[in-house]
């Protein structure tokens, strides 16, 4: 009895133990059953401790809700593991139920020492352990089969290797090391779909992508309001870090994916604040000074601090700075308005109602007022303070827009009255300019062909002498023959007196001999003299403008001679070596005769000229040795060119005035004894031949002109 008695009394206390540590579950409403008391806790690892029978009396009691880094006995084991007892009621038997899991760290689940599943990847080596943070929904198979208490043992390690959140838990991204619920399978689905932060991740991912392209759109538009290219930037980056939260939530599992995702979402947001401040500076023409600049700062510096040490400063970053870069954009919109700014006021508006969603957030987050149905107050005071300014910022810029395609509607139109009468002005002015220039035009036709026949006229006066020398010469000959022929004829007569017996038959023939060269002689002469006449008239009258076959070895050997003896008349002092190097297997080539003449005679004249004041010069220095030299060449070209070249020994052409001497009146002659045209019409006539005329010239050594014509 005494025996008994021992034993009831060692088995009562178990009992009322075992009682009191079961968590007892009597139904599964539809937000589930969160397991949160009744957690035990043991260092080591060891297959034993999943099995339902092991006594964990001596284990620690502990709380696995929380947040990792406040529970230091999982950070000095590698592996551990946590128990609970479950007391499930019996109208829960083979019901579909399951474990809903959120946890930060490795573990492998077992039910009543059956593995379950589990998540991440545990390891004896520390190094090789990952750790995951199940997606949201994430759950585990829970088959209960049998009534009464079951033994729930998760075998769990940290991943002590990657960075964690600090202490304040944010929803949905906070450590807690284990937060378990029983649930009804069918109940799963519907929670996870209810979780509002999804539809509100991907509202602002939307808004934030439209208003990037639209934004850059109006850019492409109106390039040089480049505020529409700083918020496009900054919609871009808001979108990315708004993907970036939805990677975080609801695609990453391991936590150091998470975690680096985290950091470079908080760098991400400063940048795209720095470009955001950038377009609200350009929007009020205000200088980026040294409070810019200090922001910038403010942003950055928390930014590389979040990377050097994880724990020190994510929260800085989202709550604090974003709210000092609201309040450089009030002040910026203050300024503004007092100026008389459009958009101004919209923009201060927006950032007020920042400040007051920012501050219900918070108030929100720490408790003051309630989350709401699953955080939905703390959802839209979060996403109303983010897309506040964007949004107002976008309707400003779009009203600009409007405002600047009605000012320049208003600009078209006034332009287009203007212009209809500034047209009928034209047209007006048109008539009246149309018929000066064409009296302008005739006057200058008439000047410029007075002009031209001036220039021939004094070309004309320049070889009178030279004429009247060639035509003397043929005159002397027929005079001298005429004289001999008279003489002749007398003779013949007086031998024909004489009777038939005694006249010399041979002296007759003789004489008649001598009579009929004479007069081809005279006649010779004569037509020599009427060719000079000829040429003198032609070269005086107006051209024809006909092409015709000429002997251009011809033409150039008379314009020489005339040119010489012209001056020679004028100066009887100077005498000059002409050299005529022609080539004879020139053909006859279309040209018009009278205006090549009129090329050839003024080279030549100026060549003469050019040698006729050097002679002067060097003789004034004592030079007697200088002799002049004038030559003419022609020769046939192999690219079916005739090459004209009249080179003189002169003092040459300075380089300054090389590119002018073919503009019309340009000329190096004193006043009064040059018109300036005689290189100009000459470059106009090789032209219009299909030639061209160079020169090639050097101070000291003389001038070379250059004639090509085609064959």
């Given at each position: ?32 059953i ?11 690892d ?6 339902p ?210 950091i ?18 350009h ?5 980026r ?5 200090l ?60 400040l007051?969603f ?6 929100v ?10 955080g ?15 949004i ?47 009296e302008r ?11 031209i ?8 006066g ?44 041979d ?7 001598d ?35 000429t ?8 314009y ?41 005679l ?18 004034a ?35 300054e ?55």
């Amino acid at each position: 009895m005494k025996k008994h008695l021992s034993i009831l009394l060692v088995l009562l206390p178990l009992a009322i133990m075992a009682q009191e540590t079961a968590f007892r579950i009597d139904s599964l409403p539809q937000g589930g059953i969160l397991l949160d008391i009744g957690w035990k806790w043991q260092a080591g690892d060891n297959p034993d401790f999943a099995k339902p029978d092991f006594d964990d009396s001596s284990w620690e009691r502990i709380d696995p809700t929380k947040n990792i880094l406040d529970i230091p006995q999982l950070w000095n084991s590698d592996i551990g593991w946590f128990r609970i007892k479950i007391d499930l009621d019996s109208s829960l038997l083979y019901k579909p139920s399951a474990i809903k899991v959120n946890q930060t760290g490795a573990a492998d689940y077992f039910l009543n020492g059956v593995s379950i599943g589990g998540f991440g990847d545990l390891s004896n080596f520390p190094v090789e352990i990952i750790a995951e943070q199940p997606l949201p929904g994430s759950s585990l198979g829970l088959p209960i089969t049998k009534t009464g208490v079951q033994t729930l043992a998760i075998r769990f390690a940290v991943q002590k290797d990657v960075p964690y959140y600090g202490k304040i838990p944010v929803s949905g991204l906070s450590n807690i090391a284990l937060n378990l619920q029983v649930v009804n399978v069918k109940h799963i689905a519907s929670s996870f779909n209810e979780d509002l932060t999804a539809y509100f991740i991907t509202t602002r991912f939307g808004v934030s992508l439209i208003m990037a392209l639209i934004f850059f759109a109006l850019f492409l538009y109106h390039k040089t309001e480049r505020a529409n290219l700083y918020f496009s930037i900054y919609s871009f980056i808001y979108a990315l870090t708004t993907f970036n939260e939805i990677l975080i939530r609801f695609i990453l599992n391991y936590s150091f994916e998470k975690e680096v995702a985290t950091i470079t979402n908080f760098t991400l947001v400063v940048i795209c604040y720095i470009f955001l401040l950038s377009g609200v500076y350009h929007i009020f023409s205000k200088s980026r000074g040294i409070t810019f600049w200090l922001l910038i700062s403010l942003g950055i510096i928390p930014a590389l601090l979040t990377i050097i040490n994880y724990q020190f400063s994510p929260y800085f970053n989202w709550v604090i700075l974003l709210n000092i870069f609201n309040l450089e954009i009030l002040r910026i919109a203050w300024l503004g308005l007092k100026q008389g700014k459009r958009g101004a006021k919209i923009i201060l508006y927006s950032g007020l109602v920042f400040l007051l969603f920012s501050i219900l957030f918070v108030l929100v987050f720490v408790g003051v007022f309630p989350l709401g149905y699953r955080g939905l107050n703390s959802h839209l005071a979060f996403n109303i303070a983010l897309l506040a300014i964007p949004i107002s910022i976008g309707v400003h810029l779009a009203s600009e827009s409007s405002f600047f395609n009605r000012n320049l509607r208003l600009k078209l139109v006034e332009v287009e009255r203007l212009s209809a009468e500034k047209e009928q002005i034209l047209s007006e002015q048109n008539v009246t300019l149309e018929k000066k220039v064409m009296e302008r035009t005739a006057k200058l036709k008439a000047s410029q062909s007075q002009l031209i026949q001036s220039e021939k006229m004094a070309s004309l006066g320049e070889l009178t002498a030279g004429i009247a020398h060639e035509i003397q010469n043929p005159l002397n000959f027929v005079n001298n023959f005429s004289e001999v022929t008279e003489e002749l004829v007398e003779e013949l007569e007086i031998e024909g007196k004489k009777e038939q017996g005694e006249r010399d038959r041979d002296l007759e023939k003789e004489l008649f001999a001598d009579i009929k060269d004479n007069l081809i002689k005279i006649n010779h002469h004569g037509n020599r003299a009427s060719s000079i006449v000829k040429g003198m008239l032609e070269h005086s009258r107006t051209s024809s403008g006909k092409k015709e076959l000429t002997d251009i070895n011809a033409l150039a050997d008379e314009y020489l001679r005339l040119a010489y003896h012209g001056l020679r008349a004028k100066e009887k002092d100077f005498n000059a070596e002409m050299v005529a190097d022609f080539d004879k297997n020139i053909p006859k080539i279309e040209v018009i005769p009278q205006d090549i003449g009129r090329v050839f005679l003024n080279l030549i004249n100026n060549a003469f000229q050019a040698v006729s004041e050097e002679g002067e010069r060097r003789k004034a220095h004592g030079d007697l040795k200088y002799k002049p030299l004038v030559t003419v060449l022609t020769k046939l070209k192999a690219n079916s060119q005739l090459l004209i070249a009249i080179k003189d020994n002169g003092p040459g052409i300075p380089d300054e005035i090389k590119d002018k001497i073919f503009q019309p009146f340009f000329t190096t002659k004193d006043s009064g004894k040059g018109t300036g045209l005689g290189l100009s019409l000459a470059y106009d006539i090789v032209k219009a031949h299909g030639g061209e005329i160079s020169v090639d010239s050097e101070v000291g050594k003389g001038t070379q002109f250059l004639i090509r014509l085609p064959v």
